[in-house]
């Protein structure tokens, strides 16, 4: 198995994508807008990748945090509230806000489990700063590290009673970025101690299943290399100071903060201790560079994604009834 994460072009696997990802044996796939169309189309794509890897429990991939950042849209599916809603809510009632993003993490779970969507990229636990690019800000669950914890607790807690798995991000926080990463590199001045803020959501949830890094560059940390592909940060702020020993996927690593080609970007982080590489676009060239430039996964990474992927414990629920529940608490506001 390579530790990757690959995209697909469109809402069928198409034959060349079938005959590469057999052999290549990804780790696991990432679904986007062009992969959603229905719920009988995205119920059939899921199928075909969990008969092609061979594994019921693949990972498959989405991002479907809510507001602007949903790969299913509506009228199929319905729309979810992004973090701000739940940062409004505990303004005046904390423990109601906590109980509306659980029934809204299992309402999302739900949702995607019926169309076999078994990993999603959310909650992002970045504090927001007041310089915070609007890329990452309008996202966000709050300014506070603790309220952002709970919330992104309650979320994380919520998606895996649907039976999903949370991917929290953008480790070890994108929230002093003034700049957005899919098109630039952010690079932070603050230093070790102010720090401390931001990492502090990541430490307090050290045990969630996945996270995803950020393409920034903490000058107090690593100036030469943004934390995707710093051994330094993955290794002693990541994995020391956080504490997180789940399985660590890259952010996209066709976000323009990085440079290089896509095999090289994919190894560096590989080397610098990321578990998995995230590769979005479905371009048949740039995989099958990165598959010629990547080992098989260590037992590591494997050992990783086993308890990922069992960390789910899913319990009855209805979408409709969580929705409205969420509704009911957020109308508190």
Not at 26 to 32: D, K, N, V
Not at 106 to 135: F, I, K, Y
Request: net charge negative.
């Amino acid at each position: 198995m390579k530790p990757v994460i690959f995209g697909l072009s469109g809402p069928v696997l198409t034959a060349d994508e079938a005959a590469f990802f057999r052999d290549a044996d990804p780790l696991g796939y990432i679904l986007f807008g062009r992969n959603c169309v229905d719920r009988a189309q995205m119920r059939a794509l899921t199928d075909s990748l969990r008969a092609l890897s061979g594994r019921d429990d693949v990972p498959i991939l989405i991002d479907q945090e809510g507001g602007r950042v949903a790969r299913m849209q509506p009228p199929e599916w319905p729309a979810f509230p992004a973090g701000p809603a739940f940062d409004a809510l505990y303004e005046v009632a904390p423990s109601s806000a906590i109980e509306a993003a659980r029934a809204n993490g299992q309402a999302l779970a739900l949702m995607l489990g019926e169309v076999g969507v078994n990993v999603n990229c959310a909650p992002l636990l970045d504090v927001r700063m007041p310089e915070t690019t609007p890329a990452v800000g309008g996202r966000t669950f709050g300014s506070e590290p603790m309220r952002v914890a709970a919330l992104g607790r309650a979320m994380l807690d919520g998606m895996a009673k649907g039976g999903v798995v949370g991917v929290v991000k953008h480790m070890p926080g994108h929230g002093r970025g003034v700049v957005d990463s899919h098109y630039e590199l952010p690079v932070v001045d603050a230093d070790d101690a102010a720090l401390e803020r931001d990492i502090a959501p990541f430490r307090t949830l050290k045990d969630a299943p996945m996270a995803m890094t950020c393409h920034v560059v903490f000058k107090a940390w690593d100036a030469d290399n943004p934390a995707t592909l710093s051994p330094t940060v993955i290794r002693d702020v990541i994995r020391g100071r956080i504490g997180f020993d789940g399985l660590l996927m890259t952010d996209d690593i066709d976000m323009k903060a990085l440079t290089g080609t896509a095999g090289e970007k994919a190894a560096q982080a590989i080397a610098a201790g990321c578990d998995v590489a995230l590769d979005c676009w479905a371009r048949m060239g740039e995989m099958e560079e990165i598959v010629g430039r990547l080992g098989d996964a260590p037992p590591v990474t494997l050992a990783r994604l086993q308890r990922a992927m069992a960390s789910v414990r899913p319990e009855a629920g209805e979408m409709d009834a969580l929705i409205a529940k969420r509704e009911e608490l957020l109308a508190l506001a």
